[in-house]
Structures are given as structure tokens and as C-alpha cells.
């Protein structure tokens, strides 16, 4: 299950980063519109722990 969040590039860019330094992978939303200059992330919650994605959310969060 995936959730998309529309975002400015740095904003997008800051939670990657972020979630990175976490030890998660998130994807950026322009990695899937190129055509389209949509930013933003593409968040994937499927497959983990409540505690791994209230992890993931808090580093997300903590840079928005």
C-alpha cells in the first residue's frame, strides 16, 4: 500500500534524507511523473511494523 503526499522539492528532498538517516527507503514522487514536474514523496506502508512506520513518520515529520 502506497500513499502519495504532494510537497515542495525541498521539503520532499529534507524527508528522503531524513528517513535515510532512520534506515528507510522513501521514494521521491518525481521518480514516478518526470513528465509531469510533480514533487513530493511516495510512501510505502505496506509490510512493516507499526513501530517501524511510526518510526519512518516521526523522521518525516521532524523535517516538514
Known amino acids: 500500500m502506497y500513499s502519495t503526499w504532494l510537497l515542495p522539492e525541498g ?3 529534507r524527508a528522503r534524507d531524513a528517513t535515510r538517516a532512520a534506515g528507510f ?3 521521491l514522487l518525481s521518480s ?4 509531469s514536474g510533480l514533487t513530493g514523496l511516495v510512501i510505502g506502508f505496506g509490510g512493516v511494523t507499526d513501530q517501524q512506520l ?6 518525516i515529520t521532524s523535517v516538514l
Open 11 to 13: 521539503a520532499a528532498l
Open 25 to 27: 527507503e522513501l521514494n
Open 32 to 35: 514516478y511523473s518526470r513528465s
Open 54 to 59: 511510526d518510526t519512518a513518520l516521526a523522521a
